[in-house]
């Protein structure tokens, strides 16, 4: 069983490397699949997340290749995977249904599985498959597709990230022109649009609400380096505003970023964009009200950091989780080091400023996990936290060294507790 030993840290500084971004490489292997030629990502991040979408990968009959930093993909005959149980180990792992209907007419896959953040259907994944004409019939846990796709208006009824990229992937392959209306607009989307586009897809929009498609007969290979992960970039700010440090963020994209920082400023740290990167100094001291939504909103994914900035903060601060219904699990934990928080339906009330004893605590999911490592760090005292799932290292490589190397004393100890 993972754990990490987190000891109360210094102010953290200096200068840290941000990883490409795990949200964008997993659409991106998966994008894989719609080609016979070789798909070549560079510096694919070593996490767990990736080893286990390139499992399924070739589960799938795709070739997959490691070669250092970059991970080559080639999919000559796609297929169902064999390994059901495997798609339930991560969300990304519905990502091939796209891809594997739209190259072959037909597709078998499980329910994915991921963080228990909230129910996480795939409705609006089926039920735009389904408007492009796919078949879609329910065998147990399994969900069976077959059908020619033709290009359709869809229309989201939630602008859901993993439906968007989906229905970009299947729709380039598609008969006609598909549009997608009320997409998601992350980055990631632009990333996955960018690197289609660049095997031969017509996608244009992305990034805005509405995507369009025009289908195309095959897409062939490609070399892509996807964009820097803004989550860990907003992990490792928070890091340094909650050791009142002077951090430089290398790598990072302001752009992707808005709303985390304007956040951060309000709680008086300092940002500074350099083109190399982006640094926050100083401490968080105001308290401040946020609530998770769509992009350009505030991102879901760093709510749980960002409630442990506002532990910092002098006053009550509110976070309101829109996007999820299930993703204050880190609050019962860090009630375990003596936060003062309360839940009320989906608003977090962070009455913060009081110091916290370092104790035990579990990581519930990937975000909460990193939030508690942060949270150690402010600690007095030692904490240890417990990752039995491993959470942490399915979506950041070398979290504890990277903030090792600006000074804090983290490290993973495996076996003791
Ligand atoms: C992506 O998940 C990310 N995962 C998540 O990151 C991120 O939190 C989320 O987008 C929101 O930004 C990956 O990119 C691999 P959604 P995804 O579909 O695609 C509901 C992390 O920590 N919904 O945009 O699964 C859903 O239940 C992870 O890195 C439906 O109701 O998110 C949720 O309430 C966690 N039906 C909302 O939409 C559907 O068919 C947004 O989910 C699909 C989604």
């Not at 998601?184 to 996955?192: G, R």
Request: aromatic share 2%.
């Amino acid at each position: 069983m993972a754990s990490y030993l987190i000891r109360h840290s210094p102010r953290l500084s200096g200068e840290v490397e941000v990883s490409t971004a795990k949200n964008a490489v997993l659409p991106i292997l998966a994008a894989g699949l719609l080609s016979e030629d070789p798909l070549i990502i560079r510096q694919v991040p070593r996490i767990t997340d990736v080893d286990t979408l390139l499992g399924i990968l070739r589960d799938c009959g795709a070739q997959v290749q490691r070669n250092g930093v970059d991970v080559s993909v080639c999919a000559m005959q796609p297929q169902s995977p064999n390994h059901e149980e495997n798609m339930r180990r991560l969300r990304a792992s519905i990502l091939i249904l796209g891809p594997i209907l739209a190259r072959t007419g037909s597709a078998c896959v499980g329910l994915p599985g991921g963080c228990a953040i909230g129910q996480r259907p795939i409705d609006l994944h089926l039920r735009g498959l389904q408007a492009l004409g796919a078949q879609v019939h329910a065998v147990g846990g399994l969900r069976q597709l077959s059908g020619r796709l033709t290009g359709q208006r869809v229309y989201l009824d939630l602008p859901s990230v993993g439906a968007t990229e989906n229905l970009m992937m299947a729709a380039t392959l598609a008969q006609g022109v598909t549009t997608i209306e009320n997409a998601a607009k992350e980055p990631e989307i632009v990333d996955l649009a960018n690197c289609l586009n660049l095997m031969g897809a017509k996608i244009s929009g992305a990034g805005t609400g509405t995507i369009c498609v025009c289908g195309v007969e095959r897409l062939h290979g490609a070399v892509y380096h996807p964009i820097p992960d803004r989550v860990e970039a907003g992990t490792l700010l928070c890091a340094a505003a909650v050791t009142e440090g002077s951090v430089l963020v290398r790598g990072a994209c302001a752009e992707h970023l808005r709303s985390l920082l304007f956040k951060l400023q309000e709680t008086g740290v300092g940002i500074r964009e350099t083109p190399g990167g982006i640094r926050l100094s100083g401490s968080a001291v105001a308290p401040f009200e946020v609530r998770t939504l769509a992009y350009p909103g505030f991102p879901t994914d760093m709510q749980a950091p960002m409630t442990v900035v506002a532990l910092k903060c002098r006053g009550r601060s509110m976070l309101s989780e829109t996007v999820f219904e299930n993703r204050f699990m880190h609050v019962t934990e860090l009630l375990h080091l003596g936060a003062r928080i309360r839940v009320e339906n989906n608003v977090a009330l962070v009455d913060g400023g009081v110091p916290l004893e370092g104790g035990m605590v579990k990581s519930t999911d990937l975000r909460a996990g990193a939030a508690l490592m942060l949270a150690g760090l402010m600690a007095e005292g030692e904490t240890i936290l417990q990752d039995p799932s491993g959470h942490i290292e399915r979506g950041y490589q070398d979290l504890p060294e990277k903030l090792r190397s600006l000074g804090a004393d983290v490290e993973k100890i495996e076996d003791r507790v």
